[in-house]
């Protein structure tokens, strides 16, 4: 699982991309993910929008309705 997850949120890095910012894949554990936002991402007002209702949205719809995604500093 944790391949399918590491892939996925490579392919969703091209949209933070796209607006200044990026991701940091700190941990997968089971369904738990730690990611770190970086560049404008990191100091956005919406990054917990961003985590929870578009990168734990997608990873739950397209690989687990168990993924958990939690923002790390």
Do not use: W, Y
Not at 20 to 49: F, I, M, S, Y
Not at 54 to 66: A, N, Y
């Amino acid at each position: 699982m944790e391949n399918k997850i590491r892939a996925k949120l490579e392919q969703l890095r091209g949209m933070l991309q796209a607006d200044g910012g990026d991701l940091e894949v700190v941990e997968v554990t089971g369904t738990n993910v730690k990611l770190k936002l970086r560049g404008a991402c990191g100091g956005c007002p919406h990054a917990v929008t961003t985590i929870k209702q578009g990168i734990e949205r997608i990873l739950r719809e397209d690989v687990d309705s168990r993924i958990n995604v939690e923002r790390v500093f």
